[in-house]
């Protein structure tokens, strides 16, 4: 795939916290449309390697472009030209508790979009209703909302800017399986029915094989698998076999 045409494009990352390396040389790159995760045991830099892509966490080497801009290396101008063109969900959704829902979503399109006054309210509306969200959810306070909730509120601010690619981090954590699985299937239709390239970081199984269209597996630093779900889950690994192991001892145990 051309680095340019790439939606995002990772190339030999090394992170090092002290004496310890998460990253040793870590490269993908992801296409357009597609929802793909990564997934590594606890330490492997899952989170920090997404903190990386956005600009957030600077990798001590290497070259991250998303959208065709350099992350790290192109113009302050480039780079927050493109931040606009992407949204980030954080794993506990982030919103500014003091701001009401539809205060939290207003915030990037006053601060980063030329929007007029008058279209406001009902673009703030339209990205509470992609979330899974009511109208009437917009004037509560982040504290008055559930967990699921939280998470489509956060969602909902992710996609003010209308972006091309959504970066979320642990986005069902905390969620009971019948909330887990309705946020995956607005996920799922996002990138669907809208075209949105999602990269996601998660350790969950259902996630990983109801919804998701590749696998990037981290451990020791590298990336040990990349693939289709499907070719990834009957990889002879022992990492990777223990891990969907899991489900399989679940559905055992259930009987299903």
């Given at each position: 795939?051309?680095?340019?045409?790439?939606?995002?494009?990772?190339?030999?990352?090394?992170?090092?916290?002290?004496?310890?390396?998460?990253?040793?040389?870590?490269?993908?790159?992801?296409?357009?449309?597609?929802?793909?995760?990564?997934?590594?045991?606890?330490g492997t830099g899952k989170s920090v390697l997404l903190r990386e892509?956005?600009?957030?966490?600077?990798?001590?080497?290497?070259?991250?472009?998303?959208?065709?801009?350099?992350?790290?290396?192109?113009?302050?101008?480039?780079?927050?030209?493109?931040?606009?063109?992407?949204?980030?969900?954080?794993?506990?959704?982030?919103?500014?508790?003091?701001?009401?829902?539809?205060?939290?979503?207003?915030?990037?399109?006053?601060?980063?979009?030329?929007?007029?006054?008058?279209?406001?309210?009902?673009?703030?509306?339209?990205?509470?209703?992609?979330?899974?969200?009511?109208?009437?959810?917009?004037?509560?306070?982040?504290?008055?909302?559930?967990?699921?909730?939280?998470?489509?509120?956060?969602?909902?601010?992710?996609?003010?800017?209308?972006?091309?690619?959504?970066?979320?981090?642990?986005?069902?954590?905390?969620?009971?399986?019948?909330?887990?699985?309705?946020?995956?299937?607005?996920?799922?239709?996002?990138?669907?029915?809208?075209?949105?390239?999602?990269?996601?970081?998660?350790?969950?199984?259902?996630?990983?094989?109801?919804?998701?269209?590749?696998?990037?597996?981290?451990?020791?630093?590298?990336?040990?698998?990349?693939?289709?779900?499907?070719?990834?889950?009957?990889?002879?690994?022992?990492?990777?076999?223990?891990?969907?192991?899991?489900?399989?001892?679940?559905?055992?145990?259930?009987?299903?």
């Amino acid at each position: 795939m051309d680095k340019q045409a790439a939606v995002v494009a990772v190339e030999n990352i090394h992170t090092q916290f002290g004496k310890q390396s998460v990253h040793k040389g870590i490269s993908f790159e992801l296409g357009k449309g597609s929802l793909t995760a990564i997934i590594g045991g606890s330490g492997t830099g899952k989170s920090v390697l997404l903190r990386e892509i956005v600009g957030l966490q600077r990798p001590d080497s290497g070259n991250i472009r998303v959208l065709g801009t350099d992350i790290w290396t192109d113009t302050e101008a480039s780079v927050s030209a493109v931040k606009k063109r992407f949204g980030m969900m954080f794993q506990d959704g982030a919103l500014f508790s003091a701001l009401t829902v539809k205060q939290n979503v207003l915030v990037p399109l006053v601060e980063h979009a030329a929007v007029p006054p008058a279209l406001l309210d009902p673009l703030v509306n339209l990205r509470l209703s992609q979330a899974g969200l009511s109208v009437d959810v917009g004037l509560k306070m982040p504290s008055q909302l559930s967990g699921g909730m939280r998470k489509r509120a956060a969602l909902a601010r992710a996609l003010a800017l209308e972006p091309e690619t959504l970066f979320l981090d642990e986005p069902t954590s905390g969620l009971d399986p019948t909330t887990a699985r309705s946020f995956d299937k607005l996920v799922r239709s996002l990138v669907d029915d809208l075209g949105i390239s999602v990269l996601v970081v998660t350790h969950d199984l259902d996630t990983l094989l109801t919804v998701v269209d590749r696998i990037i597996v981290l451990a020791d630093g590298k990336m040990l698998a990349d693939g289709p779900v499907e070719d990834i889950v009957k990889l002879d690994h022992p990492w990777i076999k223990s891990y969907f192991a899991i489900r399989t001892m679940t559905e055992s145990a259930n009987g299903s």
